[in-house]
């Protein structure tokens, strides 16, 4: 009896090594690899052919911008799952609001924070965030 839970561990063990494989396997299979056809390795966009470099670079703002919708993204999940610990009966509602509350803070402060460094208005490329100037298609009015 001591030996069944082995069985366990090395048959979750085996589909595990086999999944990952498997896997490895069927993306090897199905890649894109250029069998001699000129035309297989140019990228695709409607019918266009591409012009310049196709592996362009983003700017920092997007990243910072998918950093933020991430960071609140996750608030979302955390403040359903305490709703539904607020609905319980047994709970105690004063304690759980105020670490809602707390929590809410941190993360206004952070986004006031971002908000004061000027992370969340967007540039363009070059511009850098201690530029005074006004961004690429505002104009400063002549006084």
């Known amino acids: 009896m001591a030996l069944t ?3 366990y ?13 498997l896997t490895f396997g069927a ?9 001699g056809d000129v035309h297989k390795g140019l990228p695709y966009e409607s019918g266009i ?6 592996h362009g670079r983003f700017g920092l703002s997007f990243y910072i911008y998918a950093l933020l919708f991430v960071a609140f993204d996750i608030e979302v999940v955390f403040i359903y799952l305490w709703a539904l610990i607020f609905r319980n009966p047994g709970a105690d509602a004063g304690a759980l609001f105020i670490s809602m509350l707390v929590f809410v803070g941190i993360l206004l402060f952070g986004l006031a924070y971002a908000w004061r460094k000027g992370v969340l208005s967007w540039r363009g490329p070059g511009e850098a965030i201690g530029d005074r100037r ?10």
Not at 9 to 21: I, K, P, R, Y
Not at 27 to 35: C, D, F, G, I, P
Not at 49 to 54: A, F, L, M, N, V
């Open 134 to 143: 006004p961004p690429t298609g505002e104009h400063s009015s002549p006084e």
């Open 49 to 54: 052919d591409t012009y310049g470099d196709t």
């Open 27 to 35: 993306a090897w299979l199905v890649s894109h690899r250029n069998r």
């Open 5 to 7: 839970g082995i069985w």
């Open 9 to 21: 561990v090395l048959g979750f063990a085996f589909a595990a090594g086999s999944f990952a494989f």
